[in-house]
């Protein structure tokens, strides 16, 4: 059974830095573009960043470039975000999910965690 677990949100003031990780198991993730993406309430699921399985392609939503970083550690099968400089507009449930081809259109990827709350406040 294929599982994927985020953590490390939480509440942070504005311009203050957060790092969020996934775990991945259950199977193998080799070849997959692991991403993050993001949903504020009332709001529909949008990309945030993606990560190819090399690790040598990385791609950003304009929003978080600049501020956000993606990383992989294929060997730990785990992808990390560091999120720095955030604004109360970041405020969302992040969720890290994986797919076999390299894309931000959430509907294209196959594997989802459950989500963690990420509240900036101002």
């Known amino acids: 059974q294929v599982q994927m677990v985020e953590s490390g949100g939480g509440l942070v003031q504005a311009g203050g830095s957060l790092r969020l990780s996934c775990a991945a198991s259950?199977?193998?993730?080799?070849?997959?573009?692991m991403a993050w993406f993001r949903q504020a309430p009332g709001k529909e699921r949008e990309f945030v960043a993606r990560i190819t399985w090399s690790g040598g392609s990385t791609y950003y939503a304009d929003s978080v470039k600049g501020r956000f970083t993606i990383a992989r550690d294929n060997a730990k099968s785990t992808v990390d975000l560091q999120m720095n400089s955030l604004k109360p507009a970041y405020t969302a449930v992040y969720y890290c999910?994986?797919?076999?081809?390299?894309?931000?259109?959430?509907?294209?990827?196959?594997?989802w965690g459950q989500g963690t709350q990420v509240t900036v406040s101002s």
């Open positions: 259950g199977r193998t993730f080799s070849g997959y573009t």
């Open positions: 999910a994986a797919a076999r081809i390299c894309s931000s259109r959430p509907d294209l990827y196959d594997y």
